[in-house]
């Protein structure tokens, strides 16, 4: 039997799971075990895992990814979780773990993903720090499915927040034939990475996310889909939330490369990441490595003589960010509002914050210009409040905070009439 769990019924089969993954983990003296659903859970252990940071890895296939694990071969040959003579190849790549075997006989889809979650559990005892695993099971029809579970996972299962048959239908399974167009793999992996994403498995979903970018190697336009660009950019979020700015890092970088890689490195996917990647170097206070990076995309963008449009104006902006308090931030700045001016329906809330930023750079040292383009604010934000574009329509609540903080501002540097004051002194 395979996972020591095929000649038995579904119930026996999952009894054995329990058991398998209890092993290691034996009740404490006073009761107390993180695999037993009825005890409390082993708090330090959940927090070994809850702990984990996830990472984004090298553009490269997970089969190919990574160093090899002869020890783990050897822990999933001990615990039985393949029948003697199964040929088990293990990679560990960072937060990612990659298992194939071979041959495998599925005597159904739920044993299946019985056994691949005792594979996961294998790797992820033996490396910790792995976060997601695949596990890929040939098929006879000639290709094979990946199931992909994640830590999170186990860590539910074993603290008993998470059932069995919930367990087992929340794992991810992508069939694939070898005769299947690179196209269709693609999206597969990328729908399935997507749904992870949403349910906020960002393991589970950077592991998919690898798997459609080593598709997307194969095929033309595969690169340039603009749904694994937002997606990667969500998943950057996602650890900028958490504070896993190394990660996120990572992420923008690889995207970066990735779009400048298939030509197209100037549209407005790559752009968001320019901009969001400069946002996590100002953050960290390097905006020397922000500026450089920004310099570098608007010189592209020169290049190729697309300097009238939001994004270059944007770039503008987060450039003069690094400039903080210099004139040099007021003449990107003005370069930006220049550009804004020069496009059609620019009157919306992007315009108002440009020249409120660019009122905020002259409020201290020329009062009077700082005036003036709040006053330009305020002017435009009017019109956006009102305007028929839907699209460019601010809301009611945005109108209100944007004109508060203005009008505060607006009096902060607004002219002194001496005359007044003279006569009310009097």
Request: aromatic share 6%; with cysteine.
């Amino acid at each position: 039997m395979s996972g020591g769990c095929h000649s038995f019924s579904l119930t026996d089969c999952l009894r054995v799971v329990w058991q398998k993954m209890s092993a290691r983990h034996k009740p404490a003296e006073d009761g107390n075990s993180l695999w037993r659903p009825d005890a409390g859970y082993n708090r330090p252990m959940i927090n070994r895992f809850a702990a984990i940071v996830f990472s984004f890895l090298l553009i490269c296939p997970p089969s190919i990814a990574g160093d090899a694990s002869p020890q783990i071969v050897r822990e999933l040959m001990r615990a039985k979780v393949f029948p003697a003579g199964t040929s088990i190849q293990v990679r560990v790549n960072g937060r990612h773990g990659f298992v194939k075997i071979d041959p495998y006989v599925r005597k159904s889809d739920d044993i299946m993903r019985i056994d691949a979650v005792l594979s996961a559990k294998e790797v992820v005892d033996a490396a910790p720090a792995v976060a997601s695993v695949i596990t890929r099971f040939p098929d006879r029809s000639g290709g094979f499915t990946d199931v992909v579970v994640s830590a999170r996972q186990i860590i539910s299962f074993g603290a008993g927040t998470m059932g069995r048959a919930e367990l087992l239908s929340s794992l991810t399974t992508v069939p694939v034939l070898y005769s299947d167009p690179k196209s269709q793999v693609f999206d597969r992996y990328l729908k399935e990475g997507e749904k992870a994403l949403a349910a906020s498995d960002n393991a589970k979903a950077e592991q998919l996310f690898l798997l459609a970018l080593s598709e997307s190697q194969g095929f033309a336009d595969g690169a340039k889909d603009p749904r694994l660009a937002n997606s990667l950019l969500v998943l950057a979020k996602n650890y900028e939330n958490r504070e896993d700015y190394d990660s996120a890092e990572r992420v923008l970088k690889n995207l970066i490369s990735l779009r400048d890689t298939a030509a197209c490195g100037n549209d407005s996917e790559s752009t968001r990441a320019v901009l969001a990647l400069a946002d996590l170097h100002i953050l960290d206070k390097r905006p020397q490595e922000a500026a450089a990076d920004l310099e570098r995309v608007l010189a592209a963008r020169r290049a190729a003589s697309s300097t009238d449009t939001a994004e270059y104006a944007a770039l503008l902006e987060k450039l003069a960010s690094c400039y903080k308090d210099t004139a040099k931030e007021q003449e990107l700045l003005r370069q930006a509002v220049s550009v804004r001016e020069g496009i059609a329906g620019s009157e919306d809330a992007s315009m108002v914050e440009a020249l409120e930023r660019l009122g905020d750079s002259y409020a201290q040292g020329k009062p009077a210009d700082a005036h003036h383009f709040y006053r330009r604010a305020i002017d435009i934000l009017n019109k956006a409040a009102v305007t028929k574009n839907q699209d460019k329509r601010i809301s009611y609540d945005l109108y209100n905070a944007h004109m508060r903080r203005l009008q505060k501002k607006l009096a902060a540097v607004a002219p002194v009439d001496h005359h007044q004051r003279t006569q009310h002194h009097w």
